[in-house]
């Protein structure tokens, strides 16, 4: 069968960096003729995860041979302990052995962890290859394969090491999507529902209405989405590619999510999404609490989150037993966006009105965070 209701975003970037993100079903059966032309030589190594390589690495290996294209796979352990400097190392040790050389292509396969992971490995092997993406959950879809930021955790935080290093095209593959697993779907979702609350209220009615329906499986809601959401991105990007302004929108609950996120060391007690979710509830609140909004969009954005099965508040069960207000201040504090301890956070004025908002006083937060019930 041959490829149909492909849609095609470009990300806008200078020196001849644009890329496309190609968006449709059944993409994987066509990647090996869609990635061939990027390619010097017709050699590729494929890095995925041992849960993704189960369902999608064959699929994978049998379009590349169709094309002649000769490749190797490295599979690594899933979830978001990957993203740590021991496995970085294992990953590049096995990508020099496997002879990559530097007009090499790597091919990543995976959700956001193996994306980011074997993103920063390019960026830095052989002082940068290139690569393309094939994102495999739809976190990845709709925000981790798009715009180049790729790293790893420390044990002093998310993603605190890293490089910009932009893929040469990514192919989303919404068919890839039906393995899997609910929460993370559900995850997701969280950053989808993000864009709309940054800038878009039209994409939030149409959420609103459609949400549930694109969770559960429907694929012409689901591509809606994602093409929404690259699109989103994607101008984002091409305006402030090294996030020097309003490339931080995109953190709308990020910097309370990274604090969650923190405070349960990475672990399958919340993940990324979950955080997302429960961190742009605390921004509408913050926001409200500073007196930049009436809190009247608060329950609405709630009351949708949940009926989509996130969590939206700091009860959640993996949560337990939470923080000091203080030990939240430290998290956030070691957010990318704090410059010379002064917090900078997303707030929003409505839905659809989100800014970036400076010197956040520190006293102000703690206030808030007490309020929540943050001990
Ligand atoms: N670079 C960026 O701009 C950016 C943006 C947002 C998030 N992130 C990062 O992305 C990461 C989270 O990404 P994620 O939620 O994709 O996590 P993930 O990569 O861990 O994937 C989630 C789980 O689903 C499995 N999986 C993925 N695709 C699958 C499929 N099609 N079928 C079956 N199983 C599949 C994975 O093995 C994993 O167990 C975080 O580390 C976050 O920091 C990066
Ligand atoms: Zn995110």
Redesign the pocket.
């Known amino acids: 069968m041959p490829l149909t209701n492909c849609e095609k975003i470009t990300v806008n970037l200078d020196n001849d960096r644009s890329y496309d993100i190609l968006v449709g079903g059944r993409l994987i059966e066509f990647a090996g003729k869609l990635i061939k032309p990027h390619l010097k030589r017709a050699f590729t190594v494929i890095v995925t995860?041992?849960?993704?390589a189960?369902?999608?690495l064959a699929d994978l290996q049998a379009a590349f041979s169709n094309q002649e294209i000769e490749c190797e796979a490295i599979i690594l352990p899933?979830?978001?302990t990957?993203?740590k400097m021991a496995t970085l190392e294992i990953l590049l040790e096995k990508l020099l052995a496997f002879g990559v050389e530097r007009n090499d292509v790597i091919t990543i396969l995976?959700?956001?962890?193996?994306?980011?992971l074997a993103?920063f490995a390019a960026a830095i092997l052989r002082r940068g290859v290139d690569f393309v993406q094939i994102?495999?959950?739809?976190?990845?879809q709709v925000?981790?394969?798009?715009?180049?930021?790729?790293?790893i955790?420390s044990p002093h935080g998310?993603?605190l090491l890293?490089a910009f290093h932009q893929p040469k095209l990514v192919l989303a593959d919404i068919d890839?999507?039906?393995?899997?697993?609910d929460r993370?779907m559900r995850?997701?979702y969280a950053?989808i529902f993000k864009y709309a609350l940054i800038n878009d209220p039209e994409f939030y009615l149409w959420l609103l209405a459609n949400g549930q329906k694109l969770i559960a499986g429907d694929k012409a809601a689901r591509q809606y989405a994602v093409v929404k959401s690259c699109q989103a991105k994607a101008l984002i990007v091409g305006l402030d590619e090294k996030e020097l302004g309003i490339r931080a929108l995109?953190n709308l609950g990020h910097t309370f999510g990274?604090a969650l996120?923190a405070h349960c060391q990475?672990s399958e007690r919340l993940?990324?999404?979950e955080g997302v979710a429960i961190g742009m509830v605390l921004a509408f609140e913050f926001s409200a609490f500073l007196g930049f909004n009436n809190g009247s969009d608060i329950e609405p954005i709630k009351q949708h989150l949940a009926d989509i099965g996130l969590p939206t508040n700091i009860q959640f069960e993996g949560l337990q037993p939470l923080p000091s207000a203080a030990q939240m201040l430290e998290f956030m504090l070691q957010d990318k966006k704090t410059q010379q301890g002064e917090m900078t956070f997303i707030l929003a004025k409505a839905v659809g009105k989100s800014f970036v908002e400076k010197n956040v006083d520190q006293q102000l937060v703690l206030n808030f965070l007490k309020g929540k019930n943050f001990k």
């Open positions: 995860d041992e849960n993704v189960k369902h999608h899933a979830g978001e990957s993203k995976g959700g956001g962890v193996i994306g980011d993103g994102p495999t959950s739809i976190l990845a925000d981790s394969s798009v715009g180049g930021k790729t790293g955790n998310k993603n890293g890839i999507l039906d393995t899997l697993s993370h995850a997701g950053e995109l990274h996120e990475y993940i990324h999404g």
